[in-house]
């Protein structure tokens, strides 16, 4: 009984540690969820009703998973796998944020040096 809990346990280990990898890489990730939140914060600042702003976001969400070449399972996959490792996950929205700030100074100073 002590050696099949044994193996029960050291192959629940193993498992663990052979986790798949996401099917984004973090790099790629990290763009995506830029792009995808540049959607959403123009075309909810666009639109007068909810409805209009939701279809258009996701009209323009799938074109930008087609311009990354990533399909919806695969960003869902992704997206839960980083859900399960919450460090990680908090390093990539930290790299987005940082990238849509500075996106946004950029626009701005081009706003004012016209």
Same mark, same amino acid.
């Given at each position: 009984? +002590?050696? $099949?809990?044994?193996?029960?346990?050291?192959? &629940?280990?193993?498992?663990?540690?052979?986790? %798949?990898?996401?099917?984004? &890489?973090?790099?790629?990730? =990290?763009?995506?969820?830029?792009? $995808?939140?540049?959607?959403?914060? $123009?075309?909810? +600042?666009?639109?007068?009703?909810? #409805? $209009?702003? !939701?279809?258009?976001?996701?009209? @323009?969400?799938?074109? !930008?998973?087609?311009?990354?070449? !990533?399909?919806?399972?695969?960003?869902?996959? =992704?997206?839960?796998?980083?859900?399960?490792?919450? +460090?990680?996950?908090? /390093?990539?929205? =930290? !790299?987005?944020?940082? #990238?849509?700030?500075? /996106? %946004?100074? @950029?626009?701005?100073?081009?706003?004012? &040096?016209?």
């Amino acid at each position: 009984m +002590k050696k $099949l809990i044994c193996s029960i346990l050291i192959l &629940g280990a193993i498992a663990c540690s052979m986790e %798949k990898a996401p099917p984004i &890489g973090e790099e790629k990730f =990290t763009d995506l969820l830029i792009d $995808l939140s540049a959607n959403e914060a $123009l075309y909810s +600042k666009i639109y007068d009703t909810d #409805s $209009l702003a !939701v279809r258009t976001i996701a009209i @323009r969400n799938k074109q !930008v998973l087609d311009k990354h070449q !990533v399909t919806k399972k695969q960003f869902e996959e =992704t997206y839960h796998y980083y859900d399960d490792h919450k +460090k990680d996950l908090l /390093r990539i929205y =930290t !790299v987005a944020i940082d #990238s849509a700030n500075a /996106r %946004k100074e @950029r626009l701005q100073a081009g706003k004012k &040096g016209k």
